[in-house]
């Protein structure tokens, strides 16, 4: 099994006034499926639909699904980099649509302050997992495992 990352800078901002705080959040399509990303790589939607409800259940209803700023190059996820914390997940079609909160962790702000600041940030999922050549096309394999869906 090898380290899976892809990178979608396609997502928009939204501001939430909860009890006279302003949170922060970032949405958008977190994972796709069924389509040739700009890495190559293709995951077939059964594979993603399995993850992504393994994920929900252990992580986002938990409130363990957590993002770090920039994108590590391990599966793992280190808390002292912390930005976000995935909220939900939901299937659209072929693709998956993500909610996360900025966090007030130190990564948390920075992110915050390049936002604010009118920076365009992306989130990345990371998992591991096996590739197949299919006609030029490397295919995610049914033992992809989800480790996060934002960075």
Do not use: C
Request: no cysteine; charged share 25%; net charge neutral.
């Amino acid at each position: 099994m090898k380290l899976i990352k892809e990178i979608n800078e396609t997502v928009s901002y939204i501001t939430e006034n909860g009890d006279g705080t302003k949170e922060l959040y970032i949405q958008g399509p977190f994972l796709v499926s069924e389509k040739k990303n700009k890495n190559g790589r293709l995951y077939e939607f059964q594979t993603l639909q399995k993850e992504v409800n393994r994920y929900t259940e252990e992580y986002i209803n938990k409130n363990r699904a957590f993002g770090e700023l920039g994108h590590p190059e391990t599966p793992t996820i280190n808390l002292d980099r912390v930005a976000i914390m995935i909220k939900n997940l939901k299937e659209d079609g072929t693709q998956w649509i993500g909610k996360a909160k900025i966090l007030e962790t130190p990564m948390g702000q920075i992110a915050r302050q390049l936002i604010e600041g009118g920076a365009q940030l992306g989130v990345s999922s990371r998992g591991m997992g096996s590739l197949k050549n299919v006609n030029g096309v490397n295919v995610v394999q049914p033992d992809f495992y989800l480790a996060t869906a934002a960075d």
